[in-house]
Each structure stands twice: as structure tokens, then as C-alpha cells.
């Protein structure tokens, strides 16, 4: 009986395999682009039980459901490796990640149909099995703006026939959305971002701006900011590889062509990605990032295929040097502490150039049938390859010293989350305590005078800086610069920083007054003041030679008052103190 019951359940066993793989064999996991000859993309439903349809044939691959999005449903990431490992910390030890990030804007739809075919063919041994890289993919980031479907919001792109709509369940661009995080999506997108640890990011955009012969441009991260040795492999390794690759394979590619209502044949500047764009914020870790941008004129078939072959060739390059790759990113985390230094703002280097042949097409400013004024024109009728100038080199304008640490105070709790949310090392002071620290005041900004993605931005922000004894308070928030976050730390809390939290408007109560004075009850105190302190007298009337400031009798009022203990600390005081080393 024993014997016949193990008889029995080897069959079994051997029928559930035998099932499995002939479910491989015979499952068809044909896509929508394919099945529409290259004019279609699939649904977000459709994404999704494409790979939970993967997974279930092919044990290579993980999917898994990590946060929530604005739209209500889960973000995805599909993890593919060939060893069916799927723990991130162990997969770090030995191989390399490339993290790729599709539908950040869904009407640009390339990637996701470039992976879900890449996926495919790995798997199914159409093409190279990698064996030193693993692959982990968000299949759409931009849900809400994947279940938006629409047929017209792309003007300029040509195919496919549906899509997205770049906006997310609540109309935010999230490619601007990774320092500020309105978004569930950018709150997710750190969880995955921290879990996985890519060494190379990748995120799949379509281009608007000019015409030219192209499909394929790259936007990797400015190579200067990244800075140092990894920078330098960025820019004088890794990029011309996939140039070479893809120039093999008959894929010209171009850097991304960053012109907006003129020609390009005078050449262009690089793209500068702050950290509120993808690349710039994976740079902030590190990470070696770029952007694909396929050209939006392109039939959408021809785009998606480019767009294919192009990770492919990341792959390689990832097989080939993944050793060097991680070397360097550990290097780089290793020196960090060694800086005494950091950059925050930066202007083109107009002393450096690099020149190429670029492929375009004629364009002429005609008179408009519309308006009667001048209009581009371009004509694909006359191709040109013509030298450019790129101005891809980038230098400090602002830089600035590095604290031993940063103190928050506890009360700005929503910037202390977001330093949670991306792991950075936090401490709390254990006791009220007295400490020395240097501390800025709001000297000048600017701010934007139409809302953009939800804020009305600051910019070009200076500061005066002072040594004071500040009295903290037990459960205080201490930031210490050394640690693997320290570029976001930087980023974020530096006010002059493009992408600070300040720019972001998270400091905005301290920029209004919540005290004041009316004037005919100060007139009287402000007299004895100037009566009884003969250095504040003597400042007053040097002031007053200022005829604007004579003419102003609030405004004098309001300097006397600023000059005493009357005056809140609060105003224009930042809250985030600096322990210099």
C-alpha cells in the first residue's frame, strides 16, 4: 500500500511539471504592441496580468506589491533573475541591479511595452540570459495617469493609437515629485528605491522639442555633479559604450536634444536633472541614471523597438563592468566623510566643449497661414549631418561648507518623515541642552508667481550666517552628515539648494511675521529707545541718509523695532541649525 501511494504521488508530482512546463510552452504571451503590428499599447489591467501571468510559468520571476499610489492601487516592481533569488540583500552580494522605472508619464508608453517584450525573451531564452545583472522593473509608476486613457493629449507624438495622461490621480507631473513627495507614488517610489539599491537606473520617457533623423537620445546625469571617478565613468565610459552598442546594432543615438522653439544646428546645452527629477534624485545615492528619450515623431513601433535595444545594451554594459561599476559607487560612499565641500549650484563650463556629428533635418522660420507670424518649419526632405557644439560640462557656483551634523527642531515633523522615508540615520538629543551652533537667515529670495506642481517654488535664495548658543530641546533631531544619504541631506537642507526643502516652500511659516506693533504705542517706546541706546541712534541716522528709508516713516518704525528684543527670533530665522565640525 505504502509503495503504491508513493507511486501515485510521483506521478502526481511529475504531472504538475510536466503541466507547468507545456503551460510555458504553450501560453501565449503575445503583446498588445505586437498583436497590433506596432500601433497599441496594453491597459494597466492588461500590464499587470501580463507579468502575474510570467510569474505563474516562469520562477525567474517575482512580482511584488510594494506601498500605495494616489490612484488607490499598489505599485508593482517584477524582479527577474535567473538564480530565483529575490532577496535584495543577498542578491547586492554578488550581482549587480538595474532598476527600471516605466509610466512616470504614460502617454510615453515605450517603455513599458520594451519591457514586458525584454522580460519575455529573457526568460524565454530568445535572448541572453544575464548572469551578473539583475533586472527589477516598475511597470507603470503613474497608475492614475495610466487609467486616464485618451487618444489626443499627445500633440506632437505619433502613436500609439491609446495612452495616459501624464498628469497622476491628483494632476501631479510626478517627475518633478521626488524631493517634495506630494505624491503617494514619490512616497512608494523611495521604499522600492532603498529596497532594491540599484548600481544603474533606468527610466523610459518619448521626447518633445525638435526634429531630427534620430530615435534614440540619452539624458544621463550631468557628469559633473555625480563628480569624481564614477562622474568621469559615466561620461567617458559608460555613455560612449552604449553608443558603440547601439551604432552596431544600426540604432544611431544622440544626446538628448534639449532645444525648444529654435533649430539645432548651432548644438545645445546639457539638461541639468536637479533632484526632483528621477535621475537626480537616484544620483543622490549614487546611482548611475538615464534617462532614455525616444523622438516623439518616430512611428511608435520603430520607437519601442529602439527603445529595446537600448536596454539590452545597458544590460552588457552592466555584465562587462558591474564589478567596476559597484567599486566605484562604494568608493564614492567611502570619500563622502572625507569632503569638506559640497556644490549646490551650478552654471554651464563655457570653457569646455564637446563636438560631435549630429544627424538633423533642415528647418526655416516661414510666415504662419494661421497668424501671419514667423513659424518653425522643419524639412525631413533635407537630412543633414553637421558638426555641434554640446555644452556638457557643468561648474560650481555655490558651495558649501559641510557640518558635522544638522539639528531639527522636532516640531517640523513632516521634514524629519521625509529624512525617515529615505533611511537617513537620525539621532534624538536625550536632554535640553545648550549647543553652538551656526545658524542662517533668510538675506533674499525669489519666488515663483504662478504655482508649479502644487507650490510657488523659492529660488535664488541667500542667506547671512551667524555663531550663536542655541537651547535645544530632548527629542530634537540630530542629522549627522556621514552617512550614505549624505548627498540628499545635502540637497535638502541647504536652502540654497535648488531642490531644498526651503525651495519647496516646507519652511514658509517662518517667512511671515507673527508679531507686530502698532505704531502709535511703539512711536513713544521707539523714542526712548533712540534716546537711551546711542548705537542704535547713530545706526538709525546713518540709515536715514538712505532717502527711500527717510521718506518711509513704517519702514523706520519697523527698523527701530527689528533692532530690539521686541523683534520674534523666528522670523526669517531658518530652524535647521548646522554643527560644524
Known amino acids: 500500500m505504502y509503495r503504491t501511494l508513493l507511486f501515485l504521488g510521483f506521478l502526481i508530482t511529475l504531472s504538475c511539471n510536466t503541466s507547468q512546463k507545456e503551460d510555458g510552452k504553450n501560453h501565449d504571451f503575445t503583446t498588445?504592441?505586437?498583436?497590433?503590428?506596432?500601433?497599441?499599447?496594453?491597459?494597466?489591467?492588461?500590464?499587470?496580468?501580463?507579468?502575474?501571468?510570467?510569474?505563474?510559468?516562469?520562477?525567474?520571476?517575482?512580482?511584488?506589491?510594494?506601498?500605495?499610489?494616489?490612484?488607490?492601487?499598489?505599485?508593482?516592481?517584477?524582479?527577474?533573475?535567473?538564480?530565483?533569488?529575490?532577496?535584495?540583500?543577498?542578491?547586492?552580494v554578488e550581482k549587480q541591479i538595474i532598476l527600471i522605472n516605466n509610466g512616470i508619464h504614460p502617454g510615453e508608453s515605450d517603455g513599458i511595452d520594451a519591457t514586458m517584450l525584454l522580460f519575455r525573451d529573457i526568460v524565454q531564452?530568445?535572448?541572453?540570459?544575464?548572469?551578473?545583472?539583475?533586472?527589477?522593473?516598475?511597470?507603470?509608476?503613474?497608475?492614475?495617469?495610466?487609467?486616464?486613457r485618451n487618444s489626443g493629449t499627445r500633440t506632437n507624438q505619433n502613436g500609439p493609437k491609446e495612452y495616459g495622461f501624464r498628469g497622476n490621480a491628483r494632476n501631479y507631473d510626478l517627475n518633478r515629485d521626488f524631493i517634495k513627495n506630494d505624491s503617494k507614488n514619490a512616497r512608494t517610489f523611495a521604499k522600492i528605491f532603498h529596497?532594491?539599491?540599484?548600481?544603474?537606473?533606468?527610466?523610459?520617457?518619448?521626447?518633445?522639442?525638435?526634429?531630427?533623423?534620430?530615435?534614440?537620445?540619452?539624458?544621463?546625469?550631468?557628469?559633473?555633479?555625480?563628480?569624481?571617478?564614477?562622474?568621469?565613468?559615466?561620461?567617458?565610459?559608460?555613455?560612449?559604450?552604449l553608443e558603440t552598442s547601439l551604432a552596431s546594432k544600426k540604432w544611431d543615438i544622440t544626446p538628448y536634444v534639449n532645444v525648444w522653439g529654435t533649430t539645432p544646428d548651432k548644438g545645445w546645452t546639457q539638461f541639468m536633472d536637479s533632484?526632483?527629477?528621477?535621475?537626480?534624485?537616484?544620483?543622490?545615492?549614487?546611482?548611475?541614471?538615464?534617462?532614455?528619450?525616444?523622438?516623439?515623431?518616430?512611428?511608435?513601433?520603430?520607437?519601442?523597438e529602439g527603445t529595446y535595444e537600448l536596454m539590452k545594451s545597458m544590460i552588457e554594459i552592466t555584465e562587462k563592468d558591474g564589478q567596476t561599476i559597484r567599486a566605484l559607487r562604494d568608493k564614492t560612499f567611502a570619500e563622502q566623510s572625507k569632503r569638506k565641500t559640497y556644490p549646490v549650484n551650478w552654471k554651464v563650463d563655457t570653457t569646455q566643449v564637446s563636438k560631435f556629428n549630429f544627424k538633423g533635418y533642415e528647418g526655416a522660420f516661414i510666415?504662419?497661414?494661421?497668424?501671419?507670424?514667423?513659424?518653425?518649419?522643419?524639412?525631413?526632405?533635407?537630412?543633414?549631418?553637421?558638426?555641434?557644439?554640446?555644452?556638457?560640462?557643468?561648474?560650481?557656483?555655490?558651495?558649501?561648507?559641510?557640518?558635522?551634523?544638522?539639528?531639527?527642531?522636532?516640531?517640523?515633523?513632516?521634514?524629519?518623515?521625509?529624512l525617515k522615508q529615505n533611511q537617513i540615520q537620525l539621532t534624538t538629543l536625550k536632554k535640553d541642552s545648550v549647543l553652538s551652533v551656526e545658524t542662517y537667515h533668510l538675506k533674499d529670495y525669489k519666488t515663483r508667481k504662478k504655482p508649479y506642481e502644487g507650490h510657488y517654488l523659492h529660488y535664488e535664495t541667500s542667506l547671512n550666517k551667524s555663531n550663536e548658543k542655541i537651547r535645544f530641546k530632548k527629542g530634537d533631531i540630530i542629522v549627522n552628515t556621514s552617512q550614505k544619504g549624505f548627498r540628499y541631506i545635502m540637497e535638502t537642507l541647504e536652502p540654497e539648494a535648488p531642490d531644498s526643502f526651503f525651495n519647496w516652500n516646507f519652511f514658509d511659516t517662518i517667512l511671515q511675521q507673527k508679531e507686530g506693533f502698532s505704531p502709535y504705542v511703539w512711536e513713544d517706546k521707539a523714542f526712548d529707545i533712540l534716546k537711551n541706546n546711542k548705537k542704535i541712534r547713530l545706526q538709525f541716522e546713518k540709515k536715514k541718509k538712505d532717502s527711500a528709508f527717510a521718506n518711509n516713516w513704517y519702514a523706520q518704525l519697523n527698523?527701530?523695532?527689528?533692532?530690539?528684543?521686541?523683534?520674534?527670533?523666528?522670523?526669517?530665522?531658518?530652524?535647521?541649525?548646522?554643527?560644524?565640525?
Not at 535621475?279 to 534617462?291: E, Q
Not at 527698523?559 to 565640525?581: C, D, F, G, M
Open 32 to 92: 498588445t504592441f505586437e498583436k497590433s503590428k506596432g500601433t497599441e499599447t496594453p491597459t494597466y489591467t492588461e500590464v499587470i496580468n501580463y507579468y502575474q501571468n510570467l510569474t505563474r510559468v516562469f520562477p525567474e520571476i517575482k512580482m511584488q506589491e510594494i506601498g500605495i499610489t494616489d490612484s488607490g492601487h499598489p505599485l508593482h516592481i517584477i524582479t527577474l533573475n535567473p538564480d530565483q533569488e529575490f532577496d535584495f540583500e543577498k542578491i547586492r
Open 125 to 148: 531564452r530568445k535572448i541572453k540570459v544575464p548572469e551578473n545583472t539583475i533586472l527589477t522593473t516598475i511597470p507603470i509608476y503613474n497608475i492614475g495617469g495610466a487609467l486616464n
Open 195 to 241: 529596497l532594491v539599491q540599484p548600481d544603474v537606473f533606468i527610466d523610459n520617457h518619448v521626447s518633445n522639442g525638435a526634429d531630427y533623423q534620430y530615435t534614440l537620445t540619452h539624458l544621463f546625469t550631468q557628469h559633473n555633479k555625480l563628480g569624481g571617478k564614477l562622474g568621469n565613468y559615466l561620461n567617458t565610459k559608460m555613455r560612449p559604450q
Open 275 to 304: 533632484p526632483r527629477y528621477s535621475t537626480g534624485y537616484t544620483t543622490l545615492w549614487n546611482t548611475l541614471g538615464m534617462m532614455v528619450e525616444t523622438h516623439m515623431l518616430k512611428p511608435y513601433k520603430q520607437r519601442v
Open 367 to 418: 510666415d504662419s497661414e494661421i497668424t501671419g507670424a514667423k513659424r518653425l518649419k522643419y524639412s525631413q526632405n533635407s537630412p543633414y549631418t553637421k558638426e555641434v557644439k554640446y555644452q556638457d560640462y557643468y561648474t560650481p557656483t555655490t558651495e558649501i561648507s559641510i557640518p558635522k551634523a544638522y539639528i531639527i527642531p522636532q516640531g517640523w515633523w513632516n521634514v524629519i518623515d521625509l
Open 559 to 581: 527698523w527701530i523695532h527689528q533692532q530690539t528684543n521686541h523683534y520674534e527670533k523666528a522670523h526669517l530665522r531658518y530652524p535647521v541649525s548646522r554643527i560644524l565640525r
